[in-house]
Antibody
């Protein structure tokens, strides 16, 4: 069973950079899996941000691609999200997740990130 | 980009009844890569169904998924109090890889 735990600042200033980390346990990040980020604005639906394979290959949501970077840290068994030029519209609960059979099976508990001055 | 539309927006039912939730895609979903999730307040989504009709591990058989192409449904039989939540459908395609419906809220009548 894969366990995921998000961490990072809960408050980011407008125009700043949002940086989050997802620690993976119960599995090696070098297993044959893609590692994913999803977000959910308060009271709204889910939005897929992007994913990374342990080789470093990435796929991003076109709506966020210009601002998003996902990276992997194999020695620490974790992966990270970086979102630049944030606005209030980026306020959301950010989840890391892990897919199986083209669906998102394992989820972290989520972390609320608020963009505000 | 495939757009998923869920209906109804809110469904009011009583425990013991059967719920039928719909998810319609703007174009055919590849290989029926359609999943359903349950989300309760303050919790992460939980995968219920993948591949349109396969139950995830540990999901009661009261939950069933069906459909193909552009029309999919999630049926919850014999509603239990813990089933009242928001449900999302999700498809896997080329770009973006994952997209979600807007959700259906299942509330107690």
């Amino acid at each position: 069973q894969v366990q995921l735990q998000e961490s990072g600042p809960g408050l980011v200033k407008p125009s700043g950079t949002l940086s989050l980390t997802c620690a993976v346990s119960g599995d090696s990040i070098t297993s044959h899996r893609w590692w994913t980020w999803v977000r959910q604005p308060p009271g709204k639906g889910l939005e897929w941000i992007g994913e990374i394979y342990h080789s470093g290959s990435t796929n991003y949501n076109p709506s966020l691609k210009s601002r998003v970077t996902i990276s992997v840290d194999k020695p620490r068994n974790q992966f990270s999200l970086r979102l630049t030029s944030v606005t209030a519209a980026d306020t959301a609960v950010y989840y890391c997740a892990n897919p199986s059979e083209m669906a998102l099976l394992w989820w972290g508990q989520g972390i609320l990130v608020t963009v505000s001055s | 980009e495939i757009v998923l539309t869920q209906s109804p927006g809110t469904l009011s039912l009583s425990p013991g009844e059967t719920a039928t939730l719909s998810c319609r895609a703007s174009q055919s979903v590849s290989n029926n890569y359609l999943a359903w999730y349950q989300q309760k307040p303050g919790q992460a989504p939980r995968l219920l169904i993948y591949g349109a009709s396969s139950r995830a591990t540990g999901i009661p058989d009261r939950f069933s998924g069906s459909g193909s192409g552009t029309d999919f449904s999630l049926t919850i039989s014999r509603l239990e109090p813990e089933d009242f939540a928001v449900y999302y459908c999700q498809q896997y395609d080329s770009s973006p890889l994952y997209s979600f419906g807007q959700g259906t809220k299942l509330e107690i009548k």
